[in-house]
Nanobody, 121 residues
Framework: QVQLVESGGGLVQAGGSLRLSCAAS????????MGWYRQAPGKQRELVAGILSGGVTPYADSVKGRFTISRDNAKNTVYLQMNSLKPEDTAVYYCNADLAVTYNSGSRGYWGQGTQVTVSS
């Protein structure tokens, strides 16, 4: 059983910072990619930032220069440092990992339960 557990969300004033963490645990053979998505009320879930194979880190245009994604492979953990937060960053943030549970199982995507980020103006 694989679990992704997020932490670090909360309420912050505009201009403030938060750091989200997501730890993957369980029967994991390898993790190919990890990333963060968000979903605001009435909107579709969107990619915020990811760490792909080879270390490529795509970001949504709206967060470039303000958010930084990083990963600790030894801990199977991905982080999202969010600075200069804006009210429009308010959303539920979800962790995603594309991983394999055995050497020959192929990889598939797993989701965390989500953590609320609220930025007040």
């Amino acid at each position: 059983q694989v679990q992704l557990v997020e932490s670090g969300g909360g309420l912050v004033q505009a201009g403030g910072s938060l750091r989200l963490s997501c730890a993957a645990s369980g029967s994991i053979f390898s993790i190919r990619t990890m990333g963060w998505y968000r979903q605001a009320p009435g909107k579709q879930r969107e990619l915020v930032a990811g760490i792909l194979s080879g270390g490529v880190t795509p970001y949504a245009d709206s967060v470039k220069g303000r958010f930084t994604i990083s990963r600790d492979n030894a801990k199977n953990t991905v982080y999202l440092q969010m600075n200069s937060l804006k009210p429009e960053d308010t959303a539920v943030y979800y962790c995603n990992a594309d991983l394999a549970v055995t050497y020959n199982s192929g990889s598939r995507g797993y989701w965390g339960q989500g953590t609320q980020v609220t930025v007040s103006s």
